[in-house]
C-alpha cells in the first residue's frame, strides 16, 4: 500500500473558505484546501504554514488542531490507478490568514486561490478533503474522527 502524510489548512473568515485550484499534470482541475505532504523529519505544524505560504502567497497561523482523516483509496478508486491502495492521513489545522496575497503557486499546481461563500462550495468540482475539513471545522466531533466521505468523482490531493 502506498502512503502519504499531509497537512490542510481550513481558513474561514466571514462564511467564507479559502479554496486553492490544484491543476494536475494532464490539465485536470479541482478545487481543494492549501496544504499538502509533510516532508520527511518535517512536521505537520511547520508543513501546512509552508504549503499555506507556497500555494497561496499568503502568511498563516495555526489557530488549532482539528481533526486527523484516515482514509484508504482502493485501486478501483483511484484516479491514476496504481499496483496498491494508497492510504492517505491527513492532519486538518485551523489556521487565520496574517498577511500576503493570493497569487497562484510559483512552478507548481496551484492555478489560484479563492474565498469561497461555503454556500457555493457544494457547485464546485472539489476533493473529498474540502468536505472533511469543513466538517471538522464546523462540527468538530468530539473525537475529532470525521465518517467516511465518498470519494466517488472527487480527487484526493
Known amino acids: 500500500m502506498s502512503f502519504r502524510l499531509a497537512a490542510y489548512a481550513v481558513c474561514i473568515v466571514d462564511g467564507r473558505v479559502l479554496l486553492a485550484r490544484h491543476v494536475s499534470p494532464t490539465g485536470e482541475s479541482v478545487w ?20 499555506v505560504a507556497e500555494e497561496t502567497g499568503c502568511e498563516a497561523v495555526v489557530e488549532r488542531l482539528l481533526g486527523v482523516d484516515s482514509r484508504v483509496i482502493p485501486i478501483s478508486e483511484m484516479r491514476v490507478p496504481g499496483p496498491v491502495p494508497h492510504q492517505n492521513i491527513g492532519i ?8 500576503g496575497e493570493l497569487r497562484p503557486e510559483p512552478n507548481g499546481q496551484t492555478a489560484e486561490s479563492v474565498w469561497t461563500r461555503f454556500a457555493d462550495v457544494p457547485s464546485r468540482r472539489r476533493s473529498s478533503l474540502v468536505d472533511v475539513g469543513l466538517a471538522l471545522a464546523l462540527g468538530t466531533p468530539a473525537t475529532g474522527h470525521v465518517a467516511p466521505v465518498p470519494v466517488g468523482g472527487l480527487v484526493q490531493h
Open 92 to 99: 486538518f489545522y485551523q489556521v487565520r490568514i496574517t498577511g
Open 32 to 51: 481543494t484546501l492549501p496544504g499538502g505532504g509533510v516532508e520527511h523529519t518535517e512536521d505537520p505544524f511547520d508543513a501546512v504554514i509552508r504549503e
